[in-house]
């Protein structure tokens, strides 16, 4: 968007004058605000005895009276009565009231302990807290899972897979959810083979003597067929010298391939994959160009090598079977921890423990709680200030926060009122916003 208003600077100057026997004291303070783009000054009459709100400085969009708390760098209030005092409430936003919200899984919200327990299903547990809360209760479920970072045993693993690293689901047995880091070596690279598997997401639900895999395609996807000639479906060649040479072949998709090219009675008679690369597909066409036959020693060639690879030429990585799960794979730990009773009085950042004992004879667990696992509608704080006759309220802050009502720093000041004590009266109030902030 563009504007014809530019932002500004706005001055504040404040006089102090004071004489006391002949001698006068002066005081000066000025304060510049920058980027400023909007100033709101109004004069409102207030009826006797009645409070009204002045403004609000908690809002999401600007409207009138209304202003975003972000965008506030200055306020000003002033009473324009000669005899009466004016009555100036600053209002907070709700507090938290600590109340834990009923169906919420603290597990998001774990920090340590609850391992080692015995699986179960455990209804309403009490809790204890570090600060002010009180009475929350748990529905609390401790399953089994595969120890994360653990490497784990493998009884059967392919030749065909290609070389890299992959993270896996690991498949089979009793449980649900685990991934492995898997990683497939290349001493011999026409035969690469699956090295380590590591687990990475424990999962839940394994047991003792579960036998977990790796499904076929998982360690690689378009490897090269070995052992078997493609067939000669393209251009062949005739050459000068009956040789054999290994060649590396690559398509759009595919590498890491390499072939043996024999010739005999000056033709390319045989194309056989040796290394078996990985991502080639069928239908692609294999290239091997008549400078690169040349430059590895088979003389005069009269063109290039072409062959369409076939669906036998490729193929998928085979499954991998892993050594049946031990008791040093497997621990247990709490997998969910739902609030059945909110109690009351917490706070972000409180540690709410659960005995071990109450769940299986675990390790205690502790939970650190965040903003989302409670309820913020708790009541209002307020705080008045008498403005004497003719006198002014000043106050800048940014963000309208820090006021520390209830004794939550993040409490906004939202709603800015003014009562007339005792008789009709004049106010004026002046807001200054940027959009800069």
């Known amino acids: 968007m563009a504007s014809i208003l530019t932002p500004s600077a706005f001055q504040i100057k404040i006089k102090e004058e004071h004489v006391v026997k002949g001698i006068k004291t002066t005081n000066e303070t000025f304060s510049t605000l920058g980027n400023i783009t909007n100033v709101d000054r109004r004069i409102v009459t207030i009826p006797a005895q009645t409070s009204i709100d002045l403004f609000n400085v908690n809002g999401v969009n600007p409207s009138a009276g209304t202003f975003p708390s972000s965008s506030m760098k200055y306020a000003r209030i002033t009473n324009l009565d000669t005899t009466s005092s004016l009555a100036v409430s600053f209002t907070s936003s709700k507090s938290p009231n600590g109340v834990g919200v009923v169906g919420t899984d603290l597990t998001s919200s774990y920090t ?14 009490p809790t204890t807290a570090s600060v002010s809360g009180s009475g929350m209760t748990l529905d609390v479920v401790v399953s089994s899972s595969l120890i994360a970072n653990q490497s784990l045993g493998i009884n059967l693993a392919p030749d065909d897979c290609a070389t890299g690293t992959y993270t896996v ?18 001493a011999n690279p026409s035969t690469p083979t ?3 598997v590591t687990v990475d997401n424990p999962g839940r639900g394994y047991v003792v003597g579960d036998v977990l895999s790796i499904a076929s395609g998982d360690l690689g996807v378009g490897q090269l067929v070995t052992a ?13 010298n009956d040789i054999t040479r290994e060649i590396a072949v690559y398509t759009t998709t595919g590498q890491g ?16 994959p040796v290394n078996i690369g990985t991502g080639y597909q069928q239908g692609q066409v294999i290239t091997i160009s008549q400078a690169q036959l040349i430059n590895v020693g088979f003389g005069n060639v009269s063109s290039d090598y072409t062959c369409t690879l076939l669906v036998d030429d490729v193929e998928n990585s085979s499954g991998a079977s892993l050594l049946a799960l031990t008791g040093s ?11 059945v009773d909110g109690g009351s009085g917490y706070e972000v950042g409180e540690t709410v423990t659960v005995n071990g004992s109450e769940i299986g004879n675990t390790t205690d667990a502790i939970f650190t709680l965040a903003l989302n696992d409670f309820t913020e509608n708790g009541s209002r704080s307020y705080w008045t200030m008498d403005v004497l006759p003719t006198s002014s309220l000043m ?10 009502f209830n004794g939550f720093f993040e409490q906004d000041i939202e709603f800015v009122s003014v009562y007339s004590e005792t008789e009709r009266m004049d106010v004026e109030y002046v807001v200054v916003n940027s959009d800069n902030v």
């Open 329 to 339: 794979n497997i621990t247990t730990g709490v997998f969910q921890a739902k609030i």
């Open 169 to 186: 689901n690991l498949v089979g047995g009793s449980g649900t959810g685990a991934t492995a880091t898997a990683v497939v070596t290349g």
């Open 257 to 272: 391939g390499t072939v043996n090219v024999r010739s005999v009675g000056g033709v390319v008679s045989t194309v056989t």
């Open 194 to 196: 699956l090295s380590t």
């Open 395 to 404: 106050f800048s802050s940014p963000q309208v926060t820090g006021s520390t």
């Open 228 to 240: 078997q000639p493609f067939t000669n479906n393209g251009l062949i060649p005739n050459v000068s």
């Open 112 to 125: 340590s302990g609850g391992s080692g327990g015995v699986i179960g299903f455990y209804a309403a547990v």
